[in-house]
Each structure stands twice: as C-alpha cells, then as structure tokens.
C-alpha cells in the first residue's frame, strides 16, 4: 500500500528530534486531525472562532482571554504591535510607523535567540519597535532592568528556554523581570513557544504569553496569544494590520480547539511509559558500543522521555557532527537534536518514534562508525560547521 510519502516523492523521516518547525512539527492526533478536515469543509465566521479559541485558550491557561495567530513568531510581533497601539484602528494601520513616542522594546541580552532560527530582535524590529538589548551575554543585573524602563518603553519581552526557565543561569529569573516591570506599568511579553505548564506563566503575572500550537499541544500550525483581554483584543486587531500576513486560516482555529480539548482529557502516562520501554531498550544497545554513552532523562514539563547520547574525543570514532550528519544523510532520514553537538552530543527525543524505530537507529549508528571512524569523512565537520550552517545547507538543497 502506497504512502503519502511515496505519491509526494518525498523521503521519508524518522523524528527522534521532538516537535521541530524544520520536521513538521508535531504529528496530530487523529482525533484532531478528524475536526481539521470536517472544518475543511465548513463556512464560518472567523470572528466567533476566535472567540470560541478564546474560551478554549483561557480553560488551558487561566487567562483572561487568547486568540489564535499564524505561529508562535507571529504571535511576538503581533504582542509587540499590541503593545504599541492598543486598539486604535488608526495606529494599528500605520505600522510599522509608531507614533506617539512608546516604541521601545526591551529584552536581555542572553534572550536574543533565533525563533525557528530567525533573530527574535528581527521579529521585534519588524513592528517598527526599537529593541533595547540590556545586560550582557551571560548576566543581567535588576539595575539593568530598572533603568532601561523609561517613558519610551511600550513592553519587555522575556523568552523561557527549553533548557530551563532562564537560561544562561545569571539572567533574571521570570518573577524577579515581572516585579520590577509592574513597578513602571511596563507589560511583560513571554515567548513559551516551546512551553507545557501552560498555567504558571499567566499565574505568576505575565501580561501576555506565547505558545506554539503545533509543537507539545499537537494542533495544526498556530501560535497562541494569551492574557489579559485588552491586550489580547489588541492582538486580535493586528489582523487589520501588520498581522494580515500573519494570519491563521479556521482549520489553524479549528486544530487548536480541538488540541486543546484533547490534552486537557488526555492521559500521558502511557504514552511516557511506551516511550520509556524504547529508551530503556536504546540505551542498553548505545551502552554496547565502545565510545559511546547514553541516560535517558526528562526536562521540567516536558512530556516526553529523552535520551542524551554522547560521543568520547576519539581519532576512531566519527565525530558527533559526522554521526548527526550522517544520520541525516540515508533514507529514511533520522533527525536528533543537535544543539550541543559541538559538545559531542546528540539528544534523541522518543515523542514521535514507532515501535522498531529504536533499533533501527541503533543499526545506522553502528553503521556509521564502522564507515566512517577511520575516513577523513568521519572529522570533516568537526570545529569549522555550526548548527546554523548545517541549517543554511538544508535550505540550498531546495536548489538542486
């Protein structure tokens, strides 16, 4: 039986990476998907789905209100648009000319980071709002904060990391950044798009929160805005502005109501415990290999089991950048984590992996410092490549 895979001509993919944007995402419970395509062929009014996605929103989040915007990057520069316009119709079409003097926006140094790899500070300045970096790369003093929120400052923005809720550990913590931002009437923007304690954030006194649709949540792709309902009315205003290109379509509405529903009925205890029999299984095989090691461990509200793989500094062993290429390079395609690859490192997410696909891995591993331990191949990405340039090289395949 043929495929989608087969009659699109595209290879097929083993995700050991988790919810990326570069794999897709997330893949959508049927459940979910049967609402997308029922939706698919209805006519609606797109206001009264944003208002039923609101509903929805604030029973996940205990917010006031949300609304539903093309993805978690649009949902960035939708908020910081909101922040500077409120709902004046007349603003909100003049951007990304700002009037009215309110056009700063600040952030930490150390959060300036790529949202799907573009430059969060670009998002930002896409509004026509001037970013204000404070701190330095690795700290950032209360005092910074505090003298960088004068009359021009429209909100802060803070990013909560998918290795910890700040991230390097010297930055201000979350509740320390609200404090004094609260002290000026300065409202907060969070970026969680990789976030799942989706309570904490509105509780703990965030203005405005971010989170992806289609990564954890497991809808199509969206973003979602959620807070408090002035601001989110602003947000939702965007559309007649900046936001238009922005915009998400009623199956992106559609996917998130039903997503929401569905995890908020959902029991992940076994789908933690189908992903710890492979995990337990993989390791015990990496464990069999000479310079290779393995644990499996969780991150702080993540719902999935990870396993994090790393490779000894050995002349006859491939290096973890040949072993994440290579990986990457046979059909079908396996695709890790490869943040802290110049580390030696690879991190295997078991969220999306099939029965089997495990040992599969394992096979292509061994295959691979078997063909490649002792070549000149097995060192050629070692200190010159970054992530960044092994993601510009994914996108000049589409030129050939």
């Not at 043929?2 to 570069?22: C, E, F, H």
């Not at 700002?98 to 670009?122: C, E, L, T």
């Not at 059909?331 to 999306?352: E, T």
Request: charged residues 20%.
């Amino acid at each position: 039986m043929s495929t989608l895979y087969d009659r699109m001509g595209i290879t097929k993919v083993i995700n050991a990476r988790g919810p990326a944007t570069t794999l897709g995402s997330s893949r959508v419970h049927e459940r979910v998907r049967t609402d997308i395509e029922e939706m698919l062929g209805l006519s609606v009014e797109m206001w009264e789905l944003q208002k039923k996605a609101s509903e929805a929103i604030s029973r996940l989040t205990g917010a006031e209100a949300g609304c539903v915007v093309g993805c978690s990057a649009a949902g960035i520069a939708i908020a910081v648009a909101a922040s500077m316009t409120g709902d004046d119709m007349a603003h909100i079409k003049e951007l990304p000319t700002v009037r009215g003097g309110k056009n700063k926006i600040v952030i930490q140094k150390g959060h300036i980071i790529g949202v799907g790899d573009a430059p969060i500070h670009q998002v930002i300045r896409m509004t026509g709002a001037e970013v204000v970096e404070i701190g330095e790369s690795i700290d950032c003093a209360t005092y910074h904060l505090e003298a960088s929120l004068t009359d021009e400052v429209a909100a802060a923005v803070y990013v909560t990391y998918l290795f910890g809720d700040s991230f390097p550990p010297n930055l201000l913590s979350l509740e320390s950044f609200i404090e004094i931002c609260k002290k000026k009437r300065i409202p907060v923007i969070v970026d969680a798009a990789y976030g799942t304690d989706y309570k904490s954030l509105i509780s703990q006194g965030a203005d405005i929160v971010i989170y992806s649709g289609q990564k954890w949540l497991g809808g199509a792709t969206a973003g979602l805005i959620c807070g408090s309902k002035d601001l989110v009315y602003a947000c939702y205003l965007q559309e007649n502005g900046i936001g238009r290109p922005m915009k998400v379509g009623k199956e992106g509405i559609a996917g998130v109501i039903s997503a929401i529903e569905y995890h908020l009925s959902a029991n992940p205890d076994h789908a933690l415990q189908v992903q710890l029999k492979q995990a337990t299984k993989f390791v015990e095989r990496i464990q069999a290999i000479d310079g290779l090691s393995a644990q499996i461990g969780r991150k702080p509200h993540s719902p999935s089991i990870q396993v994090e793989l790393r490779v000894a500094a050995d002349d006859n062993l491939p290096t973890a950048w040949a072993l994440n290429q290579g990986l990457a390079a046979g059909n079908p395609v396996i695709k890790v984590n490869d943040y802290f690859v110049q580390l030696g490192v690879l991190m295997f997410d078991f969220s999306f992996l099939d029965e089997g696909d495990e040992e599969l891995i394992v096979q292509r591993i061994r295959y691979f410092i078997k063909q490649l331990g002792q070549s000149e191949g097995g060192k050629s990405y070692s200190k010159a490549q970054t992530r960044l340039d092994a993601m510009y090289d994914t996108y000049k395949k589409w030129m050939n």
